[in-house]
T-cell receptor
Framework: KQEVTQIPAALSVPEGENLVLNCSFT??????LQWFRQDPGKGLTSLLL?????REQTSGRLNASLDKSSGRSTLYIAASQPGDSATYLC?????????????FGGGTRVLVKP | NAGVTQTPKFQVLKTGQSMTLQCAQD?????MYWYRQDPGMGLRLIYY???????DKGEVPNGYNVSRLNKREFSLRLESAAPSQTSVYFC?????????????FGPGTRLTVL
């Protein structure tokens, strides 16, 4: 059974510092890995999707890397801003016998202090 | 473009009561999903529908039923609510294209069972 872990559960940094969020998964047979952002009381917004054949994806200040063999992904957020405060979740996509299933980590709650 | 909509946004039930959570998407997606999110945990898949007319159990299906009414709508029913079903429920939809399957989430329904 796939298990996804995110450590730390919470992180507080001063504005301008780079953020490094970690995600690990137990089964390397994945189609892709996604990073989501969740604001309090809101749904999830997809940030980046890395396919299993890729090693990284970039979007603006966000960069996500994937090392399938070691079961790890890292989300980097450069020059953090207070608006980056949110919970970040990673999820792996492993196609099941009858459909598509995402397995989520518990999330890292980020606070960027002005 | 509304994306994924969910009703109601909040609900309080007494143990043993029943209710149906509604979800609709206007993106012409084939697949739809119901997740629950508990404090400190990631999202867990309850049921999903890979296409109109099909539904399958996810990780935590006990106590729930679903109906894929048509391509747009996917409802989740609690027949006899229990306090353990107090959670935030998210609906999502997606259209897999090759190995890429980005899921789009609704805003969630906060359910409390007393």
């Amino acid at each position: 059974k796939q298990e996804v872990t995110q450590i730390p559960a919470a992180l507080s940094v001063p504005e301008g510092e780079n953020l490094v969020l970690n995600c690990s998964f137990t089964d390397s047979a994945i189609y892709n890995l996604q990073w989501f952002r969740q604001d309090p009381g809101k749904g999830l917004t997809s940030l980046l999707l890395i396919q299993s054949s890729q090693r990284e994806q970039t979007s603006g200040r966000l960069n996500a890397s994937l090392d399938k063999s070691s079961g790890r992904s890292t989300l980097y957020i450069a020059a953090s801003q207070p608006g980056d405060s949110a919970t970040y979740l990673c999820a792996v996509d492993a196609k099941g016998a009858a459909g598509n299933k995402l397995t989520f980590g518990g999330g890292t709650r980020v606070l960027v202090k002005p | 473009n509304a994306g994924v909509t969910q009703t109601p946004k909040f609900q309080v039930l007494k143990t043993g009561q029943s209710m149906t959570l509604q979800c609709a998407q206007d993106m012409n997606h084939n697949s739809m999903y119901w997740y629950r999110q508990d404090p400190g945990m990631g999202l867990r898949l309850i049921y999903y529908s890979a296409s109109e007319g099909t539904t399958d159990k996810g990780e935590v299906p006990n106590g729930y039923n679903v109906s894929r009414l048509n391509k747009r709508e996917f409802s989740l029913r609690l027949e006899s609510a229990a306090p353990s079903q107090t959670s935030v429920y998210f609906c999502a939809s997606s259209n897999r294209q090759g190995r890429v399957d980005t899921q789009y989430f609704g805003p969630g329904t906060r359910l409390t069972v007393l």
